[in-house]
C-alpha cells in the first residue's frame, strides 16, 4: 500500500498500459485518475477499480487542449484533491502508419508533436502549481525506444519521443529545487491489447534478436520501474530515462 491516499494520474489510461498503470496503483490504494480521450473506455477502467474495492474517476481528456487539461485538473482536485503522482501516458502510437519521412505531411507532424508533446508539456504545467506548494511530487514521462534506436519510416514519432526525453531532463532541473522528481521510462517491444498495424508478425524475430532477453515484453513488465519512480523509494533519483527494453542493443 506505498500509495495509500496519494492521488495518481494516468494519462492516456483506458487501455493498454495506461490502464495496467491504473489497475496497479490502485491495487497499492492510490486514489486513481483514469484520464483518456476516450471516455466510455476510461469509465470502464474506473469502474473496475471500485468494483475491486478501489476508489477511481475516469475524466476525459485532450491532452493537446490545453484548455482540457485544466479542466481535468480542476474536477480532480475537486473530487481527490492535488495530484501526488502523473503518469503521462497518452501517446498517438497504435494507430499511425509507418511511411518515409518524406510522405508525412505538415498536418500528421503537429497532431503527433501535440498530443505526445506538446500533452505532456500541458500536463506538467497544470499539476506543478500543487505539487509546489506541498514540496513534493512525482512526475513520470513515457518516451520510447525508438529515440535510441531511430526506427525507420516513423520519423514523426521518434522525434516526439526524443521530446519528452529532452523535457524530462529540463523540468527534472527547474522542479528540483521545490522536491518533486521528473523521470521518464523507454520501454521497448511491449505488448498490449491494443492492435497495431506497425510490427508484422515476422518482425518480432528481428526484434528479439536485438534483446539480452529473447521475448516479448507485457504490460506487467512495465509496472516495477513505473511504481518505483512513483514511490519514496526513488526520492534520490530525478531527471534520468529509464530503459525498460530487455537489453536492447542499439546496431
Given at each position: 500500500m506505498r500509495f495509500q491516499d496519494k492521488t495518481v494520474l494516468v494519462t492516456g489510461g483506458a487501455q493498454g498500459i495506461g490502464r495496467a498503470y491504473c489497475l496497479a496503483f490502485a491495487n497499492e490504494g492510490a486514489k486513481v485518475v483514469v484520464a483518456d480521450f476516450n471516455d466510455v473506455k476510461a469509465e470502464a477502467v474506473a469502474e473496475e477499480i471500485r468494483a475491486a474495492g478501489g476508489k477511481a474517476t475516469a475524466v476525459k481528456v485532450d491532452v493537446s487542449d490545453k484548455g482540457?487539461?485544466?479542466?481535468?485538473?480542476?474536477?480532480?482536485?475537486?473530487?481527490?484533491g492535488a495530484v501526488d503522482v502523473l503518469v503521462n501516458n497518452a501517446a498517438i502510437f497504435s494507430t499511425l502508419k509507418m511511411k518515409p519521412f518524406e510522405e508525412i505531411d505538415a498536418d500528421e507532424w503537429d497532431k503527433v508533436q501535440a498530443v505526445n508533446a506538446r500533452g505532456v508539456?500541458?500536463?506538467?504545467?497544470?499539476?506543478?502549481?500543487?505539487?509546489?506548494a506541498r514540496k513534493s511530487g512525482k512526475i513520470i514521462n513515457i518516451s520510447s525506444s525508438v529515440v535510441v534506436t531511430g526506427r525507420a519510416n516513423y520519423a514523426h514519432y521518434v522525434a516526439s519521443k526524443g521530446a519528452v526525453v529532452a523535457l524530462t531532463r529540463a523540468l527534472a532541473t527547474e522542479l528540483g529545487p521545490d522536491g518533486i522528481n521528473v523521470n521518464a521510462i523507454s520501454p521497448h517491444g511491449i505488448v498490449t491489447e491494443v492492435p497495431r498495424d506497425t510490427i508484422r508478425p515476422e518482425q518480432w524475430d528481428e526484434i528479439i534478436a536485438a534483446q539480452a532477453l529473447k521475448r516479448k515484453g507485457s504490460v506487467q513488465d512495465m509496472i516495477g520501474t513505473t511504481m518505483f519512480l512513483a514511490s519514496s523509494?526513488?526520492?534520490?533519483?530525478?531527471?534520468?530515462?529509464?530503459?525498460?527494453?530487455a537489453g536492447l542493443r542499439f546496431n
Amino acid at each position: 500500500m506505498r500509495f495509500q491516499d496519494k492521488t495518481v494520474l494516468v494519462t492516456g489510461g483506458a487501455q493498454g498500459i495506461g490502464r495496467a498503470y491504473c489497475l496497479a496503483f490502485a491495487n497499492e490504494g492510490a486514489k486513481v485518475v483514469v484520464a483518456d480521450f476516450n471516455d466510455v473506455k476510461a469509465e470502464a477502467v474506473a469502474e473496475e477499480i471500485r468494483a475491486a474495492g478501489g476508489k477511481a474517476t475516469a475524466v476525459k481528456v485532450d491532452v493537446s487542449d490545453k484548455g482540457s487539461v485544466l479542466a481535468m485538473i480542476a474536477k480532480i482536485e475537486g473530487t481527490f484533491g492535488a495530484v501526488d503522482v502523473l503518469v503521462n501516458n497518452a501517446a498517438i502510437f497504435s494507430t499511425l502508419k509507418m511511411k518515409p519521412f518524406e510522405e508525412i505531411d505538415a498536418d500528421e507532424w503537429d497532431k503527433v508533436q501535440a498530443v505526445n508533446a506538446r500533452g505532456v508539456f500541458f500536463c506538467c504545467q497544470a499539476v506543478a502549481p500543487g505539487m509546489r506548494a506541498r514540496k513534493s511530487g512525482k512526475i513520470i514521462n513515457i518516451s520510447s525506444s525508438v529515440v535510441v534506436t531511430g526506427r525507420a519510416n516513423y520519423a514523426h514519432y521518434v522525434a516526439s519521443k526524443g521530446a519528452v526525453v529532452a523535457l524530462t531532463r529540463a523540468l527534472a532541473t527547474e522542479l528540483g529545487p521545490d522536491g518533486i522528481n521528473v523521470n521518464a521510462i523507454s520501454p521497448h517491444g511491449i505488448v498490449t491489447e491494443v492492435p497495431r498495424d506497425t510490427i508484422r508478425p515476422e518482425q518480432w524475430d528481428e526484434i528479439i534478436a536485438a534483446q539480452a532477453l529473447k521475448r516479448k515484453g507485457s504490460v506487467q513488465d512495465m509496472i516495477g520501474t513505473t511504481m518505483f519512480l512513483a514511490s519514496s523509494e526513488s526520492d534520490y533519483i530525478t531527471g534520468q530515462c529509464m530503459n525498460v527494453d530487455a537489453g536492447l542493443r542499439f546496431n
